[in-house]
């Protein structure tokens, strides 16, 4: 009897090891590094919720890992005319609970985005220019728009569809509990528990196929060095964000892979220029204040600009996380012009140019940064310190967490600013119109020139590219605005950061250009 | 018995020399003190003028050698900054402001401690409490706050230092001058119709004098550590003037890959320089203190 039992026993475990095991590999856990503030698609734009909604719910256009516009739910778009864009939707596409997705949906979403309650950062933004919505059929949509609006299907890829079934009479806590987190993406809800985790379970009806997983674990390991214990210790098997100076180590190790990419994000310094006399934080040698802001010299800006070493700040500070930068974006995004390269590392150049605008012996400034926002972003500045110490400028470092820097920067406090700036609908017109059309809110044109950089050729260029419906005449315009407003240094890029992702061995990430961690692009290694 | 004919200071020299262990920290606080004043002159580089630095010799190990020839004995930091020129200058800021704040914090607390002990009463009441209220915070979150307000730079660590340092030399002052006032001198002192002023200073204060010289050293000490803690934490210094913490600090994520010398040494100055003060007041400590005298 006891033997019988024995062998019952070990047939048992044989039959069920190799199903366990099974089960498990079908399970992974992601470390990310900032924490999702709701489940509600619409109520907080912020780039660590977004990337987590797209687990579970769809735009109409979806960004592909190169932030190209590629088909969601919609299947194709255009514009009939300047006012008027029509958008096919995908059919035969059903939410998690069955029910199937039409134009309804579509109508439902666009009208609850501005109406979340408390949003602390609405998507209003994105459907505001939508005046007018017209339901050809349930699978044909008309949006009308006031002015020409040339961003539209850039701006819906930034919008979720949510279930009109589900979501009329839901408030932002029915999404966190998961009551109404109805979509269609290729994965379910199944549990949130703020700054802890988010985990989701496998859509098997998913319209573009079956995911590898069942079940994905998102953890949230907000410290860096705890992030990289996790993925050592086998916790997780994907981090997102590893620190550089953690990068060496684990390339090194057989049981870790490494992806990098490019970001949208590029490093950047505002010169202040809101005054023609004075320049916060700049002043002669002597401490005496200068007779005039010596930053509207574009001169002056270009010397500060070709006195930076880009090459040596990606390969040493950045320890080659990161691209030397020419303009706004990466030249593969669109409205990026090739002619724009990062510009050479001169000192000699500097130097003279500085004599040229009266300033043979250089002044004295303090360079103003974030210490906690954009990676070493306080070696940066003081590396850039380093460059123009050397063209005779006494350079000062300091630099502060980014709650207060912000909020000072954007009063205009500093004359050194250096910030990042992350392109999201990634074409470089949108970038120009923030960072360096002359300010003037109402307009939304240059909303974040902090600076208060004026220049009318640029702003007539930029006015007239986000008009121009037409994709290539609308490139030509903006690489030409691009090229104007770099030759005059209305800003000094530096570097874009590229993205980290760390795997363990057997698996294999997709790197995005939005940093954005997915698990949909997370595959078993081949 | 014949009376000895040594000095006070001949006696206390050799009563401090009968400890080896004694002798050897204040040979190496001797030493680490020569470096700090010196640090501009015996320096490699000047690691405070961002012009002699180069970033591209950024995390070299200790040995390596610069693009122009020199070598880094001990490395370099993530800036291109000389180590050993970077402790040199980190140990000249350290005991500065070590020296700089016991010197104004015992200044502070042994004018209050005195007339305290001195005059009794509400005065004694007042005082007292809030040195109590004080102690009763930790120093460093005391620090932490003032600096948050005060902003960077050495004068406003000294500031915070001083701040957090005053009650224990107050409360330290009070209780050995409560024991001297009941002695005759005083008293006598007293009968005298001597200024208030003359006894407190002239008659009180030598005879409180000797634990207050032991709690100082010590917290010489403990001011040094608790500079390095506040640097570390990104407060104080500007990040380009490095003191020993903010060397730690700047070193500690590169701990794990293998890049060690940067937090490592200022680490090791850092630990040599409190334990040879330590060992240097122990001994004071046991020389001063009558009980355990032998």
């Known amino acids: 009897m006891l033997r019988f039992l024995r062998l019952a026993l070990a047939a048992l475990a044989v039959l069920a090891l190799p199903a366990a095991t099974l089960a498990k590999e079908r399970e992974v856990s992601i470390g990310l590094q900032a924490a999702i503030t709701s489940m509600d698609p619409h109520y907080h734009n912020l780039s660590p919720n977004n990337s987590m909604m797209l687990h579970m719910f769809e735009p109409l256009i979806k960004r592909d890992a190169n932030q190209k516009l590629v088909p969601g739910l919609a299947t194709s778009w255009k514009a009939v005319d300047d006012l008027t864009w029509e958008f096919k939707l995908r059919k035969n596409v059903r939410f998690h609970d069955g029910s199937p997705f039409t134009a309804d949906d579509v109508v439902f979403t666009l009208k609850r985005v501005p109406n979340v309650p408390n949003s602390p950062s609405s998507f209003a933004t994105f459907t505001k220019p939508i005046v007018d919505v017209k339901v050809v059929d349930p699978h044909t949509i008309v949006f009308k728009t006031a002015t ?10 930034s919008v979720m569809i949510v279930s009109k079934l589900h979501g009329e009479k839901a408030s932002t806590e029915d999404y966190n509990s998961g009551k109404a987190a109805i979509g269609t993406g290729p994965y379910k809800f199944a549990e949130y528990v703020p700054n802890q985790r988010v985990v989701l379970k496998a859509n098997y009806g998913y319209w573009g196929g079956e995911e590898p997983w069942d079940k994905v674990t998102f953890k949230i390991l907000t410290n860096a060095a705890a992030r990289v214990a996790a993925l050592l210790s ?9 620190p550089t100076a953690d990068i060496g180590k684990l390339s090194s190790d057989k049981r870790f892979s490494l992806v990098d990419k490019v970001s949208n994000r590029v490093i950047y310094v505002h010169l202040n220029q809101r005054s023609d006399t004075a320049a916060p934080f700049i002043t002669g040698k002597d401490g005496k204040p200068l007779a005039k802001n010596p930053l509207k010299d574009p001169r002056v800006r270009k010397a500060l600009s070709i006195a930076i070493n880009r090459d040596a700040i990606a390969d040493r500070v950045m320890e080659k996380r990161a691209v030397p930068a ?13 002619k724009l390269k990062p510009a050479k590392y001169d000192p000699e150049g500097a ?28 070696k940066v500045a003081q590396a850039i310190a380093q460059f123009y110490s050397r063209i005779g400028i006494d350079a000062k470092v300091e630099t502060m967490p980014a709650s207060v820097y912000f909020t000072r920067a954007t009063k205009g406090d500093f004359s050194y600013m250096q910030l990042g700036w992350g392109t999201e609908s990634g074409e470089q017109g949108s970038s120009l119109r923030s960072l360096l059309a002359t300010y003037d809110a109402a307009k939304g044109m240059g909303v974040t020139n902090r600076a208060r950089y004026s220049n009318p050729e640029l702003d007539a260029l930029i006015t007239q590219a986000m008009s121009t419906i037409d994709d290539k005449k609308r490139e030509g315009l903006i690489q030409k605005a691009a090229e104007i407003a770099m030759a005059d240094t209305a800003l000094i890029p530096i570097h874009y950061e590229v993205s980290t992702w760390a795997t363990a061995r057997g698996f294999a990430y997709q790197a995005r250009t939005d940093q954005y961690t997915l698990a949909t692009g997370l595959k078993p290694a081949k | 018995m014949a009376p000895r004919t040594e000095s006070p200071w001949a006696r206390f020299r050799a009563e401090f020399a009968e400890s080896r262990l004694a002798m050897a920290g204040l040979a190496l606080l001797v030493v680490i003190l020569a470096l700090g004043i010196l640090a501009p002159v015996i320096s490699p580089q000047n690691p405070y003028d961002l012009a002699q630095l180069d970033v591209m010799d950024s995390r070299l190990a200790p040995g390596e050698k610069s693009a122009d020839g020199r070598t880094y004995w001990l490395g370099t930091d993530d800036q291109g900054r000389d180590m050993l020129s970077g402790i040199f200058y980190g140990l000249r800021i350290s005991l500065g402001v070590g020296v700089a704040s016991t010197v104004f914090a015992l200044a502070i ?3 209050f401690g005195l007339v305290a002990a001195y005059f009794g009463g509400w005065v004694d009441t007042i005082i007292m409490r809030v040195v109590d209220i004080q102690l009763s915070f930790p120093a460093i979150l005391i620090a932490l706050i003032l600096l948050a307000v005060l902003g960077q730079g050495v004068d406003k660590i000294v500031i915070a230092l001083v701040t957090v340092q005053w009650a224990y030399y107050a409360r330290t002052v009070r209780s050995s001058a409560l024991v001297e006032r009941q002695k005759e001198y005083v008293e006598a002192a007293r009968v005298l119709a001597l200024g208030q002023a003359r006894i407190v200073f002239r008659h009180l204060l030598p005879n409180c004098l000797p634990p207050l010289i032991v709690v100082a050293t010590v917290q010489v000490a403990h001011a040094i550590a608790l500079e390095a803690t506040l640097s570390f934490l ?3 210094l500007p990040i380009t003037e490095p003191s020993l913490g903010l060397l730690i600090s700047n070193g500690f994520q590169y701990l794990l890959s293998g890049k060690y010398w940067i937090s490592f040494y200022p680490g090791v100055a850092l630990l040599l320089t409190i334990m040879a ?12 203190n009558p009980r355990l005298r032998k």
Do not use: C, W
């Open chain 2, 234 to 236: 990104g407060l104080g």
């Open chain 1, 326 to 338: 020419g303009q706004l974006l990466p030249d593969f995004f669109f409205g990026t012009s090739k």
């Open chain 2, 277 to 288: 003060i330590n060992l240097v007041a122990d001994q004071l400590r046991d020389i001063l």
């Open chain 2, 109 to 111: 607390g042994l004018v």
């Open chain 1, 351 to 378: 130097k003279k140019l500085l004599a040229e605008a009266g300033y043979p012996s250089g002044f004295a400034m303090t360079i103003h940064g974030t210490n906690n926002r954009y990676i070493n972003d306080d």
């Open chain 1, 234 to 242: 086998g916790d997780v098997q994907m981090i997102e964000t590893v």
């Open chain 1, 148 to 157: 020409a609006h040339v961003l539209l299907p850039s701006d819906l890829a």
